[in-house]
């Protein structure tokens, strides 16, 4: 079996500046998160199911190596103490619970241990997931060829300016059809804005950040406290006041916490959690703690 996770980076960057702001401050929170599957026509086989779960199995044999942990010790805000801790950790299996139900999409995944590990499980669970069922359900080679085309489409749009995104980054590891998908999309972005230019747009790097160091993308960890202090002002926006909890069924319940987004009335406690790990890990960066 070849794996489909080849390296405990192979996560996006805020999973480490969450985790260390777990580490740090809520080391024994105990939590579970399941698998949802949003798309009603989507349908696991067996087969799918027993490949999910011998790769996610073979993703819990992962270390981090010394050569990796090198590379997060050289990012600014991540603290020695926590790279420390990583050398020691690694997923554990007996907190994965992976089944082939009878109904829904066919798939159950739940994962449930002390935060500092399910946190980590989520984006890796996602990508693998995705990649079996595109891999085994369709014609990966037509599809392959046809995500190709459709990425040069897009790049070309940014060069002739019909996309403006402004400062922007690659977000697609847990969603992607398949790691080589995601590293030649990213490297045709990186290869057309250093060739061509793009119209009001600036790529910054991949949130991936396996790949951001195999593509020797480090300005994005440089560059990330930045763009932060910006999503920090829009969070501010997310706090539910009086003003915002009218149309809520217990207003009460809702007040002073955080809603999913601008666009949602969805009080999630993980929002507040992802929200309040932020603003702490943000602290410590800006105040050099």
Same mark, same amino acid.
């Given at each position: 079996m070849e794996r489909i996770i080849t390296s405990l980076l192979e996560t996006d960057?805020?999973? $480490?500046?969450?985790?260390?702001?777990?580490?740090?401050?809520?080391?024994?929170?105990?939590?579970?998160?399941?698998?949802?599957?949003?798309?009603?026509?989507?349908?696991? !086989?067996?087969?799918?199911?027993?490949?999910?779960?011998?790769?996610?199995?073979?993703?819990?044999?992962? &270390? $981090?190596?010394?050569?990796?942990?090198?590379?997060?010790?050289g990012i600014e805000w991540i603290k020695r103490d926590y790279v420390d801790f990583l050398r020691l950790w690694h997923p554990r299996f007996e907190? $994965? &619970?992976?089944?082939?139900?009878?109904?829904?999409?066919?798939?159950?995944?739940?994962?449930?241990?002390?935060?500092?590990? !399910?946190? $980590?499980?989520?984006?890796?669970?996602?990508?693998? @997931?995705?990649? @079996?069922?595109?891999?085994?359900?369709?014609?990966?080679? !037509?599809?392959?060829? &046809?995500?190709?085309?459709?990425?040069?489409?897009?790049i070309q749009s940014l060069v002739d300016g019909t996309y403006t995104l402004g400062t922007f980054s690659e977000?697609?590891?847990?969603?992607?059809?398949?790691?080589?998908?995601?590293?030649?999309? !990213?490297?045709k972005i990186i290869e057309a804005q250093k060739t061509k230019g793009f119209k009001e747009s600036k790529f910054i790097g991949t949130s991936n950040v396996y790949l951001a160091k195999k593509l020797g993308d480090e300005k994005f960890a440089n560059e990330v406290l930045e763009a932060c202090k910006l999503a920090a002002k829009c969070q501010f926006s997310l706090f539910n006041c009086e003003e915002y909890t009218f149309s809520h069924q217990n207003p009460a319940r809702s007040l002073n916490?955080?809603?999913?987004?601008?666009?949602?009335?969805?009080?999630?406690?993980?929002?507040?959690?992802?929200?309040?790990c932020f603003f702490i890990r943000l602290y410590w960066a800006e105040n050099k703690i």
């Open positions: 960057m805020y999973k $480490f500046s969450m985790g260390q702001a777990i580490y740090h401050k809520f080391p024994s929170y105990v939590t579970t998160w399941d698998f949802k599957c949003r798309n009603e026509d989507v349908k696991f !086989t067996h087969d799918m199911v027993e490949e999910i779960r011998a790769q996610v199995k073979a993703y819990c044999s992962l &270390s $981090f190596t010394e050569d990796e942990l090198e590379y997060l010790r907190e $994965f &619970s992976i089944k082939e139900t009878g109904e829904g999409c066919g798939l159950s995944i739940e994962t449930s241990g002390t935060w500092m590990n !399910t946190s $980590f499980y989520e984006i890796p669970t996602l990508a693998i @997931v995705n990649e @079996v069922y595109f891999r085994t359900s369709h014609d990966y080679d !037509t599809l392959f060829k &046809s995500f190709i085309e459709r990425a040069d489409k897009k977000f697609g590891l847990r969603r992607r059809l398949s790691a080589e998908a995601q590293e030649l999309a !990213t490297k916490g955080i809603r999913f987004k601008n666009t949602r009335q969805w009080v999630r406690v993980d929002s507040v959690q992802h929200v309040a």
